[in-house]
């Protein structure tokens, strides 16, 4: 299973970015897709998660300092993440991470948390 994420750029405060994650590899379905950031100097941290999926589009958690700007959704059918994020601020730059967990393969075995190659997003004030 490999992790491709896309969507990354520099913007200015307060403008928006949209950041892709698709997955792709021998995938019956995932459970768990999310976003990471890592700021220099700083310990990775989850920025949204998004858990199931079908017809009522999974259940969704994020970080307090993200709530309200940002919203995450996802494309079953297309193995795709995604993350939309508004309002950005300049402490909202990093490196973005996808991430995929209990991944179901088509063998119907279970795989864990893949990790995409990160995207830089950076906000100028």
């Known amino acids: 299973v490999q992790l491709q994420a896309s969507g990354g750029g520099l913007v200015q405060s307060g403008g928006s970015l949209r950041l892709s994650c698709v997955a792709s590899?021998?995938?019956?379905?995932?459970?768990?897709m999310g976003w990471y950031r890592q700021a220099p100097g700083k310990q990775r941290e989850l920025v949204a998660q998004?858990?199931?999926?079908?017809?009522?589009?999974?259940?969704?958690n994020y970080a307090d300092s993200v709530k309200g700007r940002f919203t995450i959704s996802r494309d079953n059918a297309k193995n795709t993440v995604y993350l939309q994020m508004n309002s950005l601020k300049p402490e909202d730059t990093a490196v973005y991470y996808c991430?995929?967990?209990?991944?179901?393969?088509?063998?119907?075995?279970?795989?864990?948390?893949?990790w995409g190659q990160g995207t830089q997003v950076t906000v100028s004030s």
């Open positions: 998004i858990t199931g999926g079908g017809s009522s589009g999974g259940s969704t």
């Open positions: 991430k995929a967990d209990r991944v179901r393969l088509r063998d119907n075995s279970y795989e864990y948390q893949f």
């Open positions: 590899g021998s995938i019956f379905s995932i459970y768990v």
